[in-house]
Every structure is written in structure tokens, then in C-alpha cells.
């Protein structure tokens, strides 16, 4: 399987400022998708980050609060911007590797707490 | 539409004793079903899957889990819990939209095991 690296493991924010979370991958995959996990619960998909264009959002998740970047099919970012404390979360990193795969795949996350 | 329902939050067990964590799903196609385990401070991994063939699946660490559409669930079990079993499970199944799959979560089941 693939090993997924994310950056930072843990960050401390404070309001209003804006964190970047890089994710890279060790092969070339076809999907990346971007999660949160709010506290004591599960995880809900952002978007999908797609190679070349934009990211697919889910509902209630717009791409100026999240902006995503994928510039090629090893990595991708995702930027939480204008923090807040509810902003405090995990955030995952996912890929699949095919468009039909069944199987999923998750990196160690990205523990944020904004002060 | 897709979903999945975790009854029971919290579970605890005697080591050695049956682990069952219980998972029931809704969906409109015959579905792809996921377990996932995740660690403390640690992104998820998993545990086992059923796509299609046997409905009884064995995963890793002496899990295993069935597929019962009559009774749309896929329980989780193992014979004999042990102390490093103690974590986070999470059910999962497929919702396909968009061309591809995504995973849909259900709320988690903490287990705990105590000696």
C-alpha cells in the first residue's frame, strides 16, 4: 500500500490566520480527498482534490474557507483559512487508487487547534 | 441515499471476552462495506472489507465481520479482545456519485477493554 505523509502532524493557530496541511503520497494515485474529524466524532469528506482542476467540494464546505491545491499525482494541500476555534479539528488525508477502487487509505492527520 | 448507523458510542469489554460492535446501512445498490480502526493520534487503517462473494470477511488482527442484506448489517466481531484492541471503529459504506466512490462514516464505537 501506499505510504502517505502529512504536514504538519499537530499545529496550534490563532484566529484568523490561515494553515496549510500538505499531504504527499510515496506512488502516483488517481484520487486524493481531504477529511475532518471534529472532536469526538467522525469524519466528514471536505472535498476531492482533482489533478490539473479544480476540487470538488461537499456540501457546506466552499473553496474560500478550504482552498485545495493538486499539482501533480503525488501531493495536494489543503489551506484552513480565517481560522476559528471551530475549526478545531483532525484533518485527513485519503487516497484511493483507482477512479473504482474499492480501498481507501489514510494518512496520520493533522491535529489543529485554534486559540 | 448512502448511510450508516453505529449503535452504541462506547463499548467495554473484559480481555478475553467477545468484542461485537454493531453496524447497519442504508443504501439503494448493493453496497461496498468498510471497517476502519483508528489508534489514538493516528489516521485510520483497515480492517476489512466486503465488496462481493463471501459475506463473512476476515480482516486483520482477528477481526472479522459479516454481511447480512436480509438484516442490512455488518457487525463486527473478534472471538477474544485483547488490551490493544482499545480504540476507535469506524463503519463505512461506498456512495458512488460524481464517477467514482466516496466513503460515507458512521459516528464511531470507542472500545475499550479492560483486564
Known amino acids: 500500500s501506499a505510504v502517505i505523509s502529512q504536514k504538519p502532524s499537530r499545529d496550534i493557530c490563532q484566529r484568523g490566520t490561515s494553515l496549510t496541511i500538505q499531504c504527499q503520497v510515496d506512488s502516483q494515485v488517481t484520487m486524493m480527498f481531504w477529511y475532518r474529524q471534529q472532536p469526538g466524532q467522525s469524519l466528514t469528506l471536505i472535498a476531492t482534490a482533482n489533478q490539473g482542476s479544480e476540487a470538488t467540494y461537499e456540501s457546506g464546505f466552499v473553496i474560500d474557507k478550504f482552498p485545495i491545491s493538486r499539482p501533480n499525482l503525488t501531493f495536494s494541500t489543503l489551506t484552513v483559512s480565517n481560522m476559528s476555534p471551530e475549526d478545531s479539528s483532525i484533518y485527513l488525508c485519503?487516497?484511493?487508487?483507482?477512479?473504482?477502487?474499492?480501498?481507501?487509505?489514510f494518512g496520520q492527520g493533522t491535529r489543529l487547534t485554534v486559540v | 441515499a448512502q448511510s450508516v448507523t453505529q449503535l452504541g458510542s462506547h463499548v467495554s469489554v473484559s480481555e478475553g471476552a467477545l468484542v461485537l460492535l454493531r453496524c447497519n446501512y442504508s443504501?439503494?445498490?448493493?453496497?461496498?462495506l468498510f471497517w476502519y480502526v483508528q489508534y489514538p493520534n493516528q489516521g485510520l487503517q483497515l480492517l476489512l472489507k466486503?465488496?462481493?462473494?463471501?459475506?463473512l470477511v476476515k480482516g486483520i488482527n482477528g477481526f472479522e465481520a459479516e454481511f447480512k442484506k436480509s438484516e442490512t448489517s455488518f457487525h463486527l466481531t473478534k472471538p477474544s479482545a485483547h488490551m490493544s484492541d482499545a480504540a476507535e471503529y469506524f463503519c463505512?459504506?461506498?456512495?458512488?456519485?460524481?464517477?467514482?466512490?466516496?466513503?460515507?462514516f458512521g459516528a464511531g464505537t470507542r472500545l475499550a477493554v479492560h483486564p
Open positions: 485519503s487516497i484511493r487508487t483507482g477512479f473504482m477502487e474499492t480501498e481507501a487509505f
Open positions: 463505512a459504506v461506498t456512495l458512488f456519485s460524481g464517477g467514482y466512490n466516496k466513503l460515507i
Open positions: 443504501s439503494s445498490v448493493p453496497p461496498y
Open positions: 466486503y465488496t462481493t462473494g463471501a459475506t
